[in-house]
Nanobody, 122 residues
Framework: QVQLVESGGGLVQAGGSLTLSCVTS????????MGWFRQRSGKEREFVGR????????YYADSVKGRFTISRDVAKNTIYLQMNSLKSEDTAVYYC???????????????WGQGTQVTVSS
């Protein structure tokens, strides 16, 4: 049973930074394609970025490219979302997701965390 638990959300001022963590149990993060999605109030959940199984290649949505970075620590079985230059429009619940497939699809994976709230004040 794969479980994902996000943490690190909170309130930050515009222009600031925040790092989210996703601790994984039940399978190594190296053997999962993983990523982050977010859901803004009243909006559908949207793709933020992903990290490929094995190679660790990353890919980002245009809205966060150059500001957000996904990384992983295999020893801690955790992936991270480093968010810089935060904007009010980044306010959302952020979800971690994963799949045994090589690449995470734009719809997400088989496993999901419970989400963590990020609020950016302007």
């Amino acid at each position: 049973q794969v479980q994902l638990v996000e943490s690190g959300g909170g309130l930050v001022q515009a222009g600031g930074s925040l790092t989210l963590s996703c601790v994984t149990s039940g399978r190594s993060v190296h053997s999962l394609a993983m990523g982050w999605f977010r859901q803004r109030s009243g909006k559908e959940r949207e793709f933020v970025g992903r990290i490929a199984r094995g190679t660790g290649a990353t890919y980002y949505a245009d809205s966060v490219k150059g500001r957000f970075t996904i990384s992983r620590d295999v020893a801690k079985n955790t992936i991270y979302l480093q968010m810089n230059s935060l904007k009010s429009e980044d306010t959302a619940v952020y979800y971690c997701t994963g799949t045994p497939a090589t690449i995470l699809s734009r719809e997400g994976g088989d496993y999901w965390g419970q989400g963590t709230q990020v609020t950016v004040s302007s």
